[in-house]
């Protein structure tokens, strides 16, 4: 690490040797803009001299940064504060009474310390939805990975507040474009259709077209979710969500646990991605997994997410990939359903595709989003199957460097400012409950 | 850690100093035999002197060591070697063929790899059935954590082989007494009720009793074990093991995913332990979670194990945690079930009594199996509740410093002599699959 320091200032070009890719050896060049440049065994040949830094990879495999589709990012402040209870209690007794006073600095430290979480596990970009989400947007800004940022529209199935709301997002959205950061884009966030009314729902679909970005939207989580929608009108969510307009290839829906198979055709006729959330489904008990046969059959873009920390309680996508893979299995009885790779693709190349920042591909002309894996790990002995041991074996842990838009964010485990980022977080989190308590 | 070295070498007198415990700032002494001889905020005023080394603890959580009530260990081996395929054919045309070439060798550097797999995420015992145990026995000695280890007995229903298998089991059960090391134990291993004749199975009950050692046995993994033992025995498993004499306070019954409620009440009846498995259990797809409802109403010791690395594929006790309570929720649609802190007592103290080496609380005449959880991770930022961060958040990669019978094995994340194991049970491994392709 001596005189590597500086490397964490900026993106500079990078020679990474003796990485593994697809069970191939190589060397990874990543040139001064952030692109990978050269990925063959000879870049340390043709590059050597050019390069502002070298790492050497030490046997590292190197995977695409991964892509977590589906989080509330700030929610790393209630991480722990309330676990196994009943969904409604939860929100209502404890969710709810302390989100009333998350401040803007409560989510720009909250999203600074899941963005931390996320580069150390391996995760380069993310899809987000929260509030207050100028500071969730200057977190991931400072931070270095990528964000897709959506305000959480929520109406209440009310005119006033729907008006707020959409004047909200739209702002939120302005504010987005002007930072013309390329690493954070803004999606329009309606919650889900129980929160937001069919109008809220048809502005946001149209207010998304206008503006030419994505939508991020909770669907068919629960069952009282598909229950309510057929009572309220006639049709199951997903039919209901393309009859405002929702349904795009700009779209990632989360959950998606009660579909049928009809809406998993829709959803690919409409080139939507579609976020498995596996560890919060289990912990909430939604009680039926994400029915992945019938979405890959129908070709759906299936992808990964962690959900907010409350309902997980970490963003750590290889443990999701794992749990993912486990629960297919078990919840619709093959053994064979989720394979390693299909679920090492939802974490990366999928996801990537989802949230349209040209990452997912460790190919020339991609984005130089990457993580180096420590091969030199008992989760990773022996080494039959690196991606087995990738999915089944290894967390997040082995992680050991994190390389985002070309510029490195963790260095065999070191993270410059880790620890200022953690303590103010934690004093933030405490603080939070204080006021809420004395409320 | 200058000066430190020697404190891997032996058992000696330790100080602890700045632990948490139970939400409490305190010390821990250990005394030169490995029993806890004081746990309270005064130790580093009363023992300072006495104590041959002083770890500062830096306000990490101690907890027991965990205990992992089902594994095979040398499995390790074929950690990623096979995944994704039907129970079946996974058996027949991967593992089986496999472990027809496994030599004792193999089985001891597998098992030295497992342990050092436990002791890095914090597992100080373990409940292990394979073959070459004498070599598993040589790999625990060495290692310095504990073992309760059967020899796998599998008659086949045959009478030549039931008696082979009963003379190996007494060799073993007489090699293992003439160690003479409190921390191996021997127990009689019956590998199923679909493998081991009825004859098979009353001696192994008549052995363990004669011997005064304990039962270890998979039972009621799949819903096919079911309906077999109905078809043959005309009753369920659990009460044909009964029958057998199987079911006693000092037997361990694994997967116990297709119980009863009638079969849960006989369980508790006879005192046994019972070791949820969900990771294999999900991989696997065995479609149906062990009733932990049932059990834990009817006030069964539930504890929990990994199974084998072919299953899971790690040994992390943390991961198993979650996913059990995950699990529970999920399949048996209710979120209150198995809470946090019942799923840590499952890997702690419930995992302690089913094996009886005395560990599993930290209380003052304890045998010192301690761990300690770093809370300058992420994983514990912010901390408002650390048995949730435990369970929900944290992984095995927490751990920081592992004792075992009062002997430092970890400490600050270095375990003496991990390379050589690591990389010997990798060429093992190798050759392993090697020779079976040669074959």
């Known amino acids: 690490m001596d005189g590597m320091s500086d490397i964490f200032e900026k993106k500079c070009s990078l020679l990474i040797t003796n990485l593994v890719v697809n069970g191939k050896a190589v060397d990874i060049f990543i040139d001064e803009t952030g692109i990978i440049a050269g990925i063959s065994e000879n870049e340390r040949v043709r590059h050597k001299g050019e390069a502002e830094f070298i ?84 977190a991931v800004d400072e931070s270095g990975i990528r964000g897709v940022l959506s305000y959480g529209f929520i109406d209440l199935f009310n005119e006033e507040k729907r008006e707020t709301e959409c004047k909200t997002t739209g702002n939120f959205v302005a504010q987005v474009k002007s930072l013309n950061n390329p690493r954070i884009k803004a999606s ?46 006639g049709m199951s969510p997903t039919f209901f969500l393309d009859e405002c307009g929702i349904l795009t290839p700009g779209t990632v829906t989360a959950h998606c646990c009660w579909l049928d198979e009809a809406e998993c055709t829709l959803l690919k006729n409409r080139g939507v991605s579609v976020s498995h959330n596996p560890a919060s489904n289990m912990k909430l008990a939604t009680h039926r997994a994400m ?3 019938w979405l890959s059959g129908a070709g759906v873009n299936v992808c990964l997410g962690t959900d907010g920390c409350a309902s997980n309680n970490n963003l750590d996508l290889f443990e999701e990939a794992k749990i993912a893979a486990l629960l297919q299995k078990f919840y619709w009885n093959d053994p064979t359903i989720l394979p390693a790779h299909e679920a090492l693709a939802m974490a990366t190349v999928n996801g990537a595709d989802a949230l349209g920042f040209g990452t997912g591909r460790l190919i020339v002309g991609a984005a130089a989003d990457i993580i180096l894996v420590n091969t030199r790990r008992v989760c990773n002995t022996p080494l039959h199957n690196p991606t087995s041991n990738l999915v089944y074996s290894c967390n997040g842990g082995a992680v050991e460097t994190t390389i985002c838009d070309g510029r490195v964010l963790m260095l065999d485990g070191e993270i410059p400012g880790e620890e200022a980022i953690r303590e103010s ?11 809420a308590q004395n409320s």
């Open 188 to 233: 329009v966030g309606p919650h889900a259709i129980y929160t937001v009314s069919k109008e809220g729902l048809m502005w946001c679909a149209e207010f998304a077209k206008e503006q030419k970005i994505g939508t991020h939207i909770h669907l068919s989580e629960t069952e009282k979710e598909v229950q309510d929608c057929v009572a309220r009108y």
């Open 425 to 435: 977080a934690s004093f933030s989190a405490l603080e939070l409950v204080r006021r």
């Open 55 to 138: 790492i050497d990879g030490d046997h590292a495999i190197a995977l695409p940064g991964l892509v977590n589709t589906h989080t509330h990012a700030a929610m790393t402040l209630l991480r722990g504060y309330a676990d196994d209870m009943v969904l409604q209690d939860w929100l209502s007794q404890k969710i709810w009474p302390l989100e009333a006073h998350l401040t803007g600095d409560d989510v720009y430290l909250g999203t600074r310390l899941a963005c931390l979480e996320m580069i150390r596990s391996g995760t380069t970009a993310f899809n987000d939805m929260y509030f207050f989400m100028d500071d969730a947007a200057r």
């Open 291 to 293: 029915p992945y046969p």
